[in-house]
């Protein structure tokens, strides 16, 4: 089994800036993608983006050249740099980890409120 625990969520005005971080523990060594989605109030969950272990990235079209996912193997910790953040951004946001044997995780989730 896989851990995680999302952090850096909060309230910011619009244009502004905030850091998520999601650490895992447990069964790391099993971690192929790691990635961030979110769900906002009466829509479905969505990707917002994702990361291999090598490094590749995929990105949601609306958040693409605003946010940005990295990821530090070594720390077992995934982030998701959000910047130029708008209202329509607002949402709970969760980390997932994809494991090589088919599973997938979740973390409990850290809201994200961007005020106009």
């Known amino acids: 089994q896989v851990q995680l625990v999302e952090s850096g969520g909060g309230l910011v005005q619009a244009g502004g800036s905030l850091r998520l971080s999601c650490a895992a523990s447990?069964?790391?060594?099993?971690?192929?993608?790691m990635g961030w989605y979110r769900r906002a109030p009466g829509k479905q969950r969505e990707l917002v983006a994702k990361i291999t272990r090598g490094g590749s990235t995929n990105y949601a079209d609306s958040v693409k050249g605003r946010f940005t996912v990295s990821r530090d193997n070594a720390k077992n910790t995934v982030y998701l740099q959000m910047n130029t953040l708008k209202p329509e951004d607002t949402a709970r946001y969760y980390c997932?980890?994809?494991?090589?044997?088919?599973?997938?995780?979740w973390g409990q989730g850290t809201q994200v409120t961007v005020s106009s």
């Open positions: 447990g069964n790391i060594f099993s971690i192929n993608d």
């Open positions: 997932n980890a994809y494991l090589n044997v088919g599973e997938s995780y």
